[in-house]
């Protein structure tokens, strides 16, 4: 039975961590989303894309 308390317990304390985490951090998607415009930045920069498709893709990103 201690076994038992001691489990719930434990679960109880990590998933507090896990939601407190993941509100501090909202957004992994905010990495992606800045890696992509980088990378959207760098096309431009090398003229693999207009500055109509860049724009229209940030757009699309924000």
Known sequence: MFTFWILIITGIILLVFWLIRRVSYPGKDLY???KA???LKERYARGEINRED???MKKNLS
């Open 54 to 56: 860049f724009e229209r």
């Open 32 to 34: 992606y989303v800045d």
């Open 37 to 39: 415009i980088e990378i």
